[in-house]
């Protein structure tokens, strides 16, 4: 089984790009939709997909979000 996401927008980055006029190709954004992170805020669709038989029904599938446990070191 696996999960892909797609963001519902292009990042930051490739937004002000665009905006300032600059050139952004196909690979760009191709590499954009696939990214694993995200910004706070953005909505991003999830997508399960393998084989049915372990997915089973999809209507019963629990998604739970659960924050990173990370430490930057900050005090």
């Given at each position: ?45 999830l997508r399960l997909s ?26």
């Amino acid at each position: 089984m696996e999960i892909e996401s797609e963001p519902d927008e292009f990042s930051a980055d490739l937004c002000i790009a665009e905006a300032q006029g600059k050139p952004i190709s196909d690979e760009e954004k191709e590499r954009e939709r696939k990214r694993p992170r995200f910004g706070a805020g953005e909505l991003v669709k999830l997508r399960l997909s393998g084989k049915e038989a372990l997915i089973e029904d999809p209507k019963k599938l629990v998604w739970r979000i659960e924050p990173r446990k990370e430490t930057t070191g900050l005090k």
